[in-house]
């Protein structure tokens, strides 16, 4: 029988902190961005109990929380220690898939023998996690027949606890599991089944297709209903199994609106030399170009799609660049971000034919091993000249995962 | 922050362990060590040391192609960081 476990790092930002700095453990703890920042974007289990959630502003944290700590991000580090965690991991199974930065799937199927079965596997994976990486670091653990049940089991268990899917509480579990534990089921289709009140899976297999179909598509009526049994015959995907990325990105919030067109030129050609550089690290080339843009309440995004592909962040930023100017934008800029999309592996296209656009990739490729000795963007275009230079990073959602995960764990 | 210290450490099983450092003429003993993390920057591996000492922790790192030991951050007990 398949056998499948999904661990999820407890609080994981926060508790990395704790872990880093131990007059912080027991005290509410919210992590945020950097300094200047005004969200909370992970908090510790004592703020949570206080009331504090991902995405509140300071403002309304000081009512429900008044004596949080704040702590910038240090994503390199929860990063450093999700890689040791897969490494941990592998320890009990080949097959191990990184869904997120604090969450991971391993096929036990073959393996939970050799531990003494699959609730001791799990115990050694706490254990083990606690003893080598940091002991104020927990995971919950869900272990089911696949992905779905394994990762709703390991949503409803308690911090730091093991939840067996069994076919005695299957149907338990599928009954009670709000949708914010049910992969798949988004906040978006969440309000649009509370609009018909359905709230839970049972709901959803009781309701009509007729009802539901007007509503999300015949597509998702289907999509639902296999999600309500608790059916999932996906895989998983390992590292090495991981398909070529189908986009790269990066998108940035400035710290307050400016008008500065020599700013925000500056600001796009900075996130469109790091998307540009991601497709070269993974070996790609997009053709359609996009940019969003959002200010004073206003937002604004649009692409462009040519017929030549491109890794090169000066023709990304002249094609997107030249897209935003056309839109006239009348308003201050306080976010950007620039995408590239229609990858393909650079192998598959043709040399570039003429001198110049040789010189240039040639131009290209040195400054590529220039910062990959003494770090991204030691040399980077004069027109980031002046302003503040932004450095990739991984965030929490693992945006830009080939590229995260192929490129940066080469250590 | 950013400021060279030295140290002393030991290199067995695989691991380095600072064992006390000086910074500023003062010498610290390494009483407990917290968490160890690596990150990079160009072809350089900073492996950072959160660790213990008095009532104070610290973040040292150390640059596996300087040789260098910095001292990036301290924390006093009962403030924010």
Known sequence: MRLILHADLNSFFASVEQQANPYLRGKPVGIIKSWGRTCVIAASNEAKRSGVTTGMSLAEIRSVCPGLILVPADFPKYFDVTRRFIKLCRRYSDLVEVFSIDEVFLDISRTAQFFGGPFNLARSIQQALKKTIGGY??????????????????????????????AKNKAALLASAPFTEVCGIGYRLSKK?????????????????????????????????RIARGEDNSSLVPLAFLPDAKSVSRSYTLFKDTRDQAAIRGLIRNLGEEAAAKLRQLGQAGRQLGIAVRGEHYSRAGYITGKIFTDDGREIFDRVYRLFRSWHWPYAVRFAGVWVSLLTRKNYLSRPLFPAERRREQMIAAVDRINAVYGEHSVYPAVMLNGRIIRPEVNGYLGDKQYALKTSWRL | MEESVSVEAVFSCGRMQPRRFRWRQTVFPVEQIYLVHVSRRGRDRLYHFSLGSGRMIYELTFNNQSLAWRLVGFYEADSSC
């Open chain 1, 137 to 166: 670091l927990g995971c919950s653990i869900g272990i089911a027949e696949n992905k779905l049940l394994a990762k709703m089991a390991g949503g409803t268990a308690p911090k730091q606890g093991i939840a067996l899917v069994t």
């Open chain 1, 193 to 225: 089944l509370a609009a018909l009140g359905i709230t839970r899976l049972p709901q959803i297999l009781a309701a009509p297709d007729e009802v539901l179909r007007p509503l999300v598509g015949p597509y998702w009526v289907k999509e639902l209903k």
